[in-house]
């Protein structure tokens, strides 16, 4: 698959226009300053072994197998983390997205997950016995927390590197020289995720955010800034308890 333009620039600041003006940090789209607080943290979680070995099809399955399982529990948290959002909503048209996304995870994704599930030899009892990591607890709880503490934008901000950092990682991998494009047993978790609609998804939630952030003071986008690094390293330990089939 094609890897898609990135709708944004990469996060550094050009010094010219064409026009010849100095351009400055607010160029930058505020999401796009986010992930710049938590430079190193975004990397290590997008380029992570775990993706890496992904992308070039040397992912132990054990290790994959284990992942799908947390992963099955982690959807159940974010969907209620989605009925958090509905519940955190001020208008109709956040009340909408909240249940659009709750709804989506529920009736569709949860059962294509059972099914994927499935192909890679584990059944749907067998994610019902599965015991919960912690590395699942942490993150699923800690987005939880954020939220309920927190404003729609600070759920918002906690669910990003989820949001996000799955599309990125997608485009990333099929950019990649060790890429296995021939016969690579992870290509179709990879063809999801750098699928248009996966990436229109994402495209969404960076411009909610890219709004919302525009307004927040100093203060404030430091205090989401720490929420977006704590997320984002509960994401690459996610990746970690896979890799090293940890519960
Ligand atoms: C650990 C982990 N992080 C992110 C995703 C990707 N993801 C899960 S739910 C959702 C939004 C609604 O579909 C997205 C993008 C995942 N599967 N597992």
């Known amino acids: 698959m094609t890897p898609r333009p990135k709708p944004y620039c990469s996060g550094r600041v050009r010094p010219h226009d064409n026009t010849g003006v100095a351009m400055t940090a607010t160029d930058v789209s505020?999401?796009?300053?986010?992930?710049?607080?938590?430079?190193?943290?975004?990397r290590a979680y997008c380029q992570h072994d775990f993706v890496r070995q992904l992308g070039a099809g040397t992912l132990p399955r054990a290790?994959?197998?284990?992942?799908?399982?947390?992963?099955y529990l982690f959807?159940?948290?974010f969907a209620r983390a989605w009925g958090l959002a509905v519940y955190k909503s001020r208008t109709i048209t956040e009340l909408r997205q909240?249940?659009?996304?709750?709804?989506?995870?529920?009736?569709?994704?949860?059962?294509?997950?059972?099914?994927?599930?499935?192909?890679w030899g584990v059944s749907e009892d067998d994610l019902m016995r599965v015991p919960e990591a912690r590395a699942t607890m942490a993150y699923t709880r800690y987005v939880l927390d954020a939220g309920h503490r927190g404003d729609l934008l600070?759920?918002?901000?906690?669910?990003?590197?989820?949001?996000?950092?799955?599309?990125?990682i997608a485009t990333w991998l099929n950019a990649q020289p060790f890429l296995m494009r021939d016969g690579n047993p992870y290509a179709s978790w990879i063809?999801?995720?750098?699928?248009?609609?996966?990436?229109?998804?994402?495209?969404?939630?960076?411009?909610?955010?890219?709004?919302?952030?525009?307004?927040?003071?100093?203060?404030?986008?430091?205090?989401?800034?720490?929420?977006f690094r704590d997320a984002t390293r509960l994401e690459a330990d996610f990746w970690q308890m896979g890799l090293e089939r940890r519960f």
């Not at 505020?30 to 975004?42: I, V």
């Not at 290790?63 to 992963?71: G, M, V």
């Open 154 to 168: 600070d759920l918002h901000v906690a669910l990003a590197p989820c949001m996000i950092g799955y599309a990125e």
């Open 191 to 227: 063809a999801m995720y750098a699928s248009e609609e996966f990436q229109d998804a994402a495209d969404a939630e960076r411009r909610w955010l890219d709004a919302r952030l525009a307004s927040v003071d100093p203060a404030r986008f430091a205090a989401l800034s720490g929420t």
């Open 63 to 71: 290790a994959f197998r284990h992942y799908l399982e947390q992963d």
């Open 98 to 119: 909240g249940l659009d996304m709750l709804k989506a995870i529920v009736d569709v994704e949860l059962g294509l997950h059972v099914d994927y599930c499935r192909q």
């Open 30 to 42: 505020p999401f796009e300053r986010l992930k710049a607080a938590s430079a190193e943290d975004w």
């Open 75 to 77: 959807l159940i948290h």
